[in-house]
């Protein structure tokens, strides 16, 4: 298949959404940019589309897809009722990196929620994306648009380098301002569950849902005969291919750690470049967690090209988005954790 390349720019910008959503509503597959990452998007009422992003992404089947809206009204269509602090969450988060699990009115194609009777659906803050939803007139389902288990995309040469001659086209816009993909917060068990964190962050849940319960997926590796409320939360992630362990403890500890480590490189904070005696990528300031957030996909893409037989990670704060940074880190170390 050949992958056509739509670049936005300011002066055909109307002309390139509209491919886009002419590409879509003939059942095509197209990645597209949204705030977080990018997401491979198809109509979320045509099976056949949707099973050709499983098929492209080499996705597990057992794994459910966020459904992406333009407007509430949308919204309304999906689900069968949508609970007081779920609309407050709307209100204040959307257009914005949160998605909500919600009784599916089963309108769209069972493949998308993988038969589970819940739908998980999000209103990315994205001009392009809105206008593609907006333009196509369809809820769009869309997965990151990676390969299954390598590092989502921050960036459209990353989807093409998994993904190019798999899916009908993709929508280049630069790079996702956010990094990490959304949070995802569950009203399908009481009291309301946090499954995957994001840069909607834990702190400002409890200010709307002051007993929302953190999933214990989020930090913990789930048993393999466990049943977990987020399919996605069992699944391999994120992995270099480089063996990477995730390290907690202070800079001295972590400079003095790692420097005598042999044929090893580190992934580190800014503040920490001049400690560092062995190959290593900076993703960040520790302080900022968005900015871990923004650069950590791309470095744990990068880290293979270090040709280190182990990476150390510093381990970042588990604060307000640095939750979200952990929680992909931990997957991506296959949840080894070494504290100084
Ligand atoms: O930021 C994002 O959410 C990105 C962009 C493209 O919007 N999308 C994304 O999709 O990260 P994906 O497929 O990579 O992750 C979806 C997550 C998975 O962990 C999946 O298990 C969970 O959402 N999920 C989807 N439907 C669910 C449901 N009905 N119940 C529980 N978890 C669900
Ligand atoms: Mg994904």
């Given at each position: ?73 949308m919204l309304k269509q999906l689900v069968t009722d949508i609970p007081k602090q779920a609309q407050a969450l709307a209100q204040k988060f959307w257009p914005g990196p949160l998605t909500l699990v919600l009784n599916s009115s089963k ?46 995309p921050t960036s459209p040469f990353y989807v093409e380098n998994d993904l190019d001659g798999k899916i009908d086209a993709i929508v280049y816009d630069g790079e996702c301002c956010v990094g990490v993909e959304s949070t995802v917060v ?9 499954l995957r964190p994001g840069a909607v962050t834990a702190e400002q849940l409890r200010e709307i849902i002051p007993d929302i319960i953190v999933d214990k997926a989020v930090l913990q590796e789930p048993k393999s005969d466990e049943r ?113």
């Open positions: 298949m050949i992958t056509q390349k739509l670049q936005i720019s300011s002066d055909e910008y109307a002309k390139t959404v509209e491919r886009a959503a002419e590409i879509l509503k003939k059942g095509g597959i197209v990645a597209i940019p949204t705030e977080t990452v990018y997401g491979l998007a198809a109509s979320a009422l045509d099976s056949k589309a949707i099973n050709n992003v499983f098929k492209a992404k080499g996705r597990p089947q057992d794994n459910p897809l966020i459904v992406h809206i333009s407007n509430t009204e309108k769209v194609a069972k493949e998308v929620s993988a038969g589970l009777d819940t739908l998980a659906v999000r209103m990315p803050n994205h001009k392009t994306a809105l206008d593609i939803i907006e333009k196509s007139g369809l809820p769009l389902a869309a997965p990151s648009a990676n390969t299954s288990g390598k590092p989502s569950s009203f399908c068990t009481n009291p309301p569950r946090l977990v409320e987020s399919p996605g939360m069992k699944y391999k992630h994120y992995a270099p291919k480089t063996e990477s362990y995730l390290v907690e403890g202070d800079s001295s500890f972590f400079a003095e750690f790692v420097n005598k480590q042999e044929n090893a490189a580190a992934l580190i904070f800014e503040e920490e470049k001049d400690l560092i005696t062995i190959p290593k990528l900076v993703y960040g300031r520790s302080e900022d967690e968005s900015t871990l957030a923004k650069e950590v996909f791309s470095c744990l893409r990068k880290v293979d090209d270090l040709e280190a037989e182990k990476v150390y990670i510093h381990a970042p704060s588990k604060n307000g988005v640095g939750l979200a940074v952990y929680n992909r880190l931990i997957r991506a170390s296959a949840f080894r954790v070494i504290k100084l």
